[in-house]
């Protein structure tokens, strides 16, 4: 009776999450398909707490005390952590929670390593591949995290490829000793493997640019997926293998839907971002871009006295946390009689839908947000864009220079436009690391600074008007 | 090389393999038409369904003997970070998605 109950809840659990991630990709159901997931994952987790049966012992669980102290403890840290974090802290905070996931499934097979370590070739293979997976994953994820809110720099390591090539013969080595057996005490040769796991996971992520983050989290998130799926196979859980494996493959679907957003190929990201074409481009003359600036009251004129206005936001503008001051300028503007939207790209920003998600908490309506097929097609009657430290998603090079490695990305096309202004800290170049000649047009006119203090000065000027 | 063929003669296996492959597909059909405004919210939402493996660190919590200190201070570790993951995973999904719904009703 017990074990029909816990089926049917495992049952009712695989329906939510796949139920959950088809209402997750439709933004009108998609609040509504996280809290079923949700839903479904708490009633699988009592269900396996109240009436699981160790298929060995025939016995139910014990150690109430000590699962229950564990699952308190973790709901107030991760509600806490995940309430108190700031909407431009998400990326990291997401992969943050994924690497924990990733040592949940780590944690679990050194467990079941030390509890059977002669077991059958199958559930050896099983502990081991989930071990490996899950150390990756964990190690990855908080080098991405470290490397998202700036801790950890970006970094090419020599020799990469031979390096890791070397490590992975290492970890498929260790990996036939400990599952096949051969070896008489298997428990060195099982932490040398996580012990490689972990330098392989770090090496993976570490030369990957900050801004390519979303798909690399992205990545170890179905990753953790395929961990905890093996964690399924263990222990004969239809629930952890349809969570996992539906993770694992949606995850990987979404990965590579990222990278055509970005006009990448996953390959590219992970050899390292642009490494190959920035030293053609380092060879090639660098030739000094010449600009013009406009100082602040002209620019405010020039916007107060349009009839449209197009803000492009990107990266600076997340940096800046100047989405609230940006939305206040749109209102001020407004009340001028200004018709203002935003152009959003993609993937503007650290993450796609970045700059969605930092707007909408600065309460702009949804309405004023412009996808970027959208905004490209009243570009030509727009007066003036205000570009807020975006760079690669507006570079015309894209669109017309065959050898610039951003070509063919899809980008919000600027410079049909009456008037652009560009707001930059510097002239450094943008993530990509390739010169913008947007910047040297004859429309465009650049003005420096933080995004926020720029913005600010833009409203009292525009206050004075 | 026995233990290789009875993967498909065990019928457990068969039945745990058979649930691996239509949901590989069934995962790719789930994805496949997501606007980009909804890859980041989709992708955290996922980060907090592969949370599930917090299952596998209850239950070597739970099968510990009392005197078993590897298995339950490790396990307690697992089931600690797997409920970080699936709260939190939750959570923060539940926040990105709530600032879209608030604007479309004000709309």
Not at chain 1, 57 to 73: A, M, P, Y
Not at chain 1, 88 to 103: D, I, K, Y
Not at chain 1, 134 to 156: E, P, Q
Not at chain 2, 33 to 61: Q, R
Request: glycine share 10%; proline share 4%; with cysteine.
């Amino acid at each position: 009776m017990s074990q029909s109950l816990l089926l049917l809840s495992y049952l009712i659990g695989s329906i939510t999450f796949i139920l959950g991630l088809r209402m997750l990709s439709k933004p009108e159901s998609a609040r509504r398909g996280n809290l079923i997931a949700a839903a479904g994952m708490t009633v699988s987790i009592l269900a396996t707490i109240f009436l699981y049966i160790n298929p060995d012992s025939h016995e139910h669980l014990h150690n109430h005390l000590w699962i229950f102290g564990g699952l308190v403890i973790g709901t107030i840290l991760g509600t806490y952590a995940a309430r108190k974090v700031k909407m431009t802290a998400m990326p990291e905070m997401v992969s943050l929670f994924n690497g924990m996931g990733g040592a949940c499934a780590m944690l679990i097979s050194v467990v079941e390593f030390h509890g059977d370590s002669a077991a059958h070739m199958i559930k050896m293979l099983v502990i081991v591949l989930g071990a490996m997976i899950g150390t990756v994953s964990f190690v990855g994820s908080m080098i991405a995290w470290g490397k998202l809110n700036g801790r950890i720099k970006d970094r090419t390591i020599p020799g990469a490829q031979v390096i890791n090539f070397i490590l992975f013969a290492g970890i498929a080595a260790l990996a036939v000793l400990v599952i096949g057996g051969y070896v008489s005490v298997p428990a060195y040769y099982f932490y040398a493997l996580l012990l490689l796991a972990a330098i392989y996971g770090g090496l993976f992520v570490m030369p990957i640019g900050g801004a390519d983050m979303p798909v690399v989290i992205s990545l170890l998130n179905s990753f953790t997926g395929v961990a905890a799926a093996f964690g399924g196979f263990l222990y004969n859980n239809p629930v952890m293998l349809t969570g996992g494996i539906l993770v694992g493959s949606a995850g990987t679907i979404l990965t590579m839907l990222m990278c055509k957003a970005m006009n990448r190929s996953l390959k590219n990201v992970l050899i390292g971002s642009f490494g190959g074409q920035k030293a053609a481009a380092a060879g090639a003359p660098k030739e000094k871009i010449s600009y013009k600036e406009i100082p602040l009251n002209d620019a405010a004129v020039l916007m107060a006295y349009a009839q449209k206005v197009m803000i492009v936001p990107g990266y600076g503008l997340a940096v800046a946390q100047a989405q609230h001051t940006c939305h206040q300028l749109e209102l001020l503007l407004a009340e001028k009689g200004v018709e203002v939207y935003y152009g959003i790209h993609p993937v503007a920003g650290r993450m796609p839908g970045h700059m969605n998600v930092l707007l909408a908490e600065a309460n702009v309506p949804y309405e004023k947000l412009l996808e970027m097929e959208d905004a490209n097609d009243i570009m030509s009657s727009i007066n003036v864009v205000l570009i807020l430290g975006a760079n690669d998603v507006v570079n015309p090079a894209a669109k017309d220079n065959p050898a610039s490695p951003i070509y063919g990305m899809p980008i919000l096309e600027v410079e049909r436009a009456e008037h652009v202004i560009v707001n930059k800290r510097s002239m450094n170049r943008g993530y990509a690391d390739i010169e913008n000649d947007l910047f040297s047009r004859p429309k465009t006119s650049m003005l420096f600074g933080d995004a926020k203090s720029v913005l600010q000065d833009l409203i009292a000027e525009l206050k004075l008007l | 090389m026995e233990n290789l063929t009875s993967l498909f003669t065990d019928e457990s296996t068969y039945r745990l393999i058979t649930i691996v492959m239509l949901s590989i597909f069934l995962g790719i059909e789930l994805i496949s038409n997501v606007p980009s405004v909804l890859h980041t919210p989709l992708m955290s939402g996922a980060n907090a369904i592969h949370g599930v493996v917090i299952i596998g660190a209850i239950i070597v919590m739970g099968k510990a003997a009392p005197t078993d200190y590897l298995a339950l201070a490790l396990g307690f570790m697992a089931v600690i970070l797997g409920t970080l993951n699936v709260v939190g995973g939750f959570v923060v999904t539940d926040r990105m998605l709530e600032m879209f719904s608030k604007k479309k009703k004000s709309a």
